[in-house]
């Protein structure tokens, strides 16, 4: 009976996958929806996708001035510069870098909120952070 109970209430149901699924996809097409209408890469994305360029094109981590940046965490430059050996600009591949990430940050959100309370207020929560408007645009 208790394996019955842990498993109805696990994360990882069926019924729970497929309302992350259909989550995740909403997200990922307001977003790409939303792709259009935003500026080119700006501010700290110009250092982010630079450095991703120059770290892959065997420069090493180098910024726009020629100094080593140590500044900047290398995680999502990183990224940048795998996806840019892919495609033939390495704006587009920040792009899709940010629209993938921003796409499974509510799905994140979900898990957090779960672990402290419940599986339905995660999806609230979940759904607050594919509409919130600061989240869509970045």
Same mark, same amino acid.
């Given at each position: 009976?208790?394996?019955?109970?842990?498993?109805?209430?696990?994360?990882?149901? *069926?019924?729970?996958? &497929?309302?992350?699924?259909?989550?995740?996809?909403?997200?990922?097409?307001?977003?790409?929806?939303?792709?259009? $209408?935003?500026?080119?890469?700006?501010?700290?994305?110009? !250092? !982010?996708? &630079?450095?991703?360029?120059?770290? %892959? *094109?065997?420069?090493?981590?180098?910024?726009?001035?020629?100094?080593?940046?140590?500044?900047?965490?290398? %995680?999502?430059?990183?990224?940048?510069? $795998?996806?840019?050996?892919?495609? *033939?600009?390495?704006?587009?591949?920040?792009?899709?870098?940010? &629209?993938?990430?921003?796409? &499974?940050?509510?799905?994140?959100?979900? !898990?957090?909120?779960?672990?402290? !309370?419940? %599986?339905?207020?995660?999806?609230?929560?979940?759904?607050?952070?594919?509409?919130?408007?600061?989240?869509?645009? $970045?």
């Amino acid at each position: 009976m208790k394996s019955l109970e842990k498993r109805k209430n696990s994360m990882f149901s *069926s019924r729970k996958i &497929l309302i992350l699924l259909i989550m995740l996809g909403i997200s990922f097409a307001l977003r790409y929806y939303f792709m259009q $209408f935003r500026e080119i890469i700006d501010t700290d994305g110009v !250092y !982010y996708a &630079l450095l991703g360029k120059n770290l %892959f *094109s065997g420069k090493g981590y180098i910024g726009p001035e020629g100094i080593y940046q140590w500044y900047y965490p290398p %995680f999502f430059p990183i990224n940048i510069g $795998f996806l840019g050996l892919f495609v *033939s600009d390495i704006q587009i591949a920040g792009e899709w870098i940010s &629209l993938i990430y921003g796409s &499974l940050l509510p799905l994140a959100i979900v !898990y957090l909120t779960y672990s402290m !309370y419940d %599986f339905n207020i995660g999806i609230i929560a979940g759904i607050l952070t594919i509409v919130f408007p600061p989240f869509i645009e $970045f």
